[in-house]
């Protein structure tokens, strides 16, 4: 959803990877995250957050990853900020 951000320090622009874990899959805790989404104050408790440029996913055994609804590799998978790889064009602003 446009305008949508999940925490105040994610930002498309900052040249960083958000890395967003999430504790456990109960009902309380994807709760949690999605009064987050819809702007209540955080509850840290139910997830851990990094920002980094480079992460590794690794698992025992080894998993499927999705990613944007398309089928990426198994596990392990490291992926890293590429800065400026996407140029973007947006119309010019109306005054």
Do not use: C, Y
């Amino acid at each position: 959803m446009p305008g949508l951000a999940l925490l105040r320090e994610i930002s498309v622009s900052d040249g960083l990877l958000d890395v967003l874990v999430v504790r456990d899959t109960s009902i309380g805790s994807a709760l949690s995250i999605a009064s987050i989404a819809a702007g209540h104050p955080v509850n840290r408790d139910a997830f851990h957050h990094w920002q980094v440029r480079e992460v590794t996913v690794t698992s025992d055994p080894p998993q499927h990853i999705h990613a944007d609804g398309e089928m990426w590799e198994d596990t392990p998978l490291t992926v890293q900020v590429s800065p400026a790889a996407v140029g973007i064009l947006t119309p010019k602003a109306v005054v």
